[in-house]
């Protein structure tokens, strides 16, 4: 189980198969202030791209087995959970660092779905729902209008997310409009 850690209140975590978790008061806290992770079964879950922010931000201590992995190793596993995560942890971070509450959305098909600034999960819904691709990779129309139909059904606007070479994201909203 994962304890709080000794090293200035950072969250002592632990990886297990495609889940990260921790049951330290750290992580109770930053979950309280900042919305990071999800409480399930007395537990804080962490997605894969929030585990790595929280590493990177060093904020997060992360064992796996008996040994304790740095964020490069770190990101080598999750690479090999999870083909798309290098493109997605680029999102990720690039909303969370510029203030946005972002949070996974697998119930609705997207990757995530993002709160405006200031509001939380569970107060206010939130406005937009996140597709990350990589700036090479196709799309057609119907995948366009698919994912545009999930947001209007979700009453969410539509973020396409797309990530070049050098892990820079520029976004492209669509929404339904009423003529």
Do not use: C
Not at 157 to 171: F, R, S
Request: glycine letters at 6%; proline letters at 2%; aromatic letters at 12%.
């Amino acid at each position: 189980m994962a304890k709080k850690s000794k090293n200035s209140g950072k969250i002592s975590a632990v990886l297990s198969g495609n889940n990260v978790f921790s049951n330290s008061s750290s992580a109770f806290s930053l979950h309280n202030d900042s919305q990071f992770g999800e409480v399930v079964s007395g537990k804080v879950s962490y997605s894969l791209v929030e585990a790595l922010y929280l590493l990177h931000s060093n904020k997060m201590e992360l064992s796996y087995g008996k040994k304790k992995l740095s964020a490069d190793a770190f990101m080598k596993e999750a690479i090999s959970l999870e083909p798309n995560f290098m493109i997605r942890s680029a999102v990720f971070y690039d909303l969370r660092s510029k203030g946005y509450l972002v949070k996974t959305e697998l119930k609705f098909g997207a990757d995530f779905r993002v709160y405006e600034k200031g509001k939380k999960m569970g107060q206010d819904h939130a406005k937009w729902i996140v597709f990350p691709v990589h700036e090479s990779a196709g799309m057609t129309w119907h995948e366009f209008s698919s994912k545009n139909r999930v947001a209007h059904s979700s009453k969410k606007n539509l973020l396409i997310a797309v990530v070049d070479d050098e892990g820079e994201v520029t976004y492209y909203e669509a929404r339904w409009i009423k003529p």
